[in-house]
């Protein structure tokens, strides 16, 4: 991918950590940093993946936004989820609990 497609976004907690497109169709998909607490109530960072509205352009040139995807759109809606997940895996948030080394021996 592009660095225009692989965004690395601010630590800005309202900017997400990083986001993936604009990819064709208007597609974009953007991972998300948050704080969270567990069980005994500790405060822990947690991921989401969020696909903000597509983008399009009507007959006259002017941007719209839908929530709505066509059929064509869905291998690259795929595609920005492969993305998303495969960053979440090469960047893994220790401490999260997903982790070996997060589990109490």
Not at 2 to 13: G, K, M, N, V, Y
Not at 19 to 27: A, H, S, V, W, Y
Not at 46 to 71: F, M, Q
Request: proline share 10%.
């Amino acid at each position: 991918m592009s660095s225009r497609e692989l965004e690395q976004a601010s630590t800005d907690p309202h900017q997400p950590e990083i986001t993936i497109g604009p990819l064709p169709g208007g597609i974009t998909a953007a991972v998300w940093t948050s704080m969270v607490y567990n069980k005994e109530q500790q405060p822990q960072k947690a991921r989401s993946i969020t696909l903000p509205p597509r983008k399009y352009r009507d007959a006259n040139g002017n941007t719209h936004e839908s929530r709505s995807y066509r059929v064509d759109n869905i291998p690259t809606l795929i595609f920005a989820l492969q993305m998303a997940l495969e960053y979440c895996y090469l960047h893994p948030i220790y401490g999260d609990g997903t982790h070996d080394s997060d589990i109490p021996i």
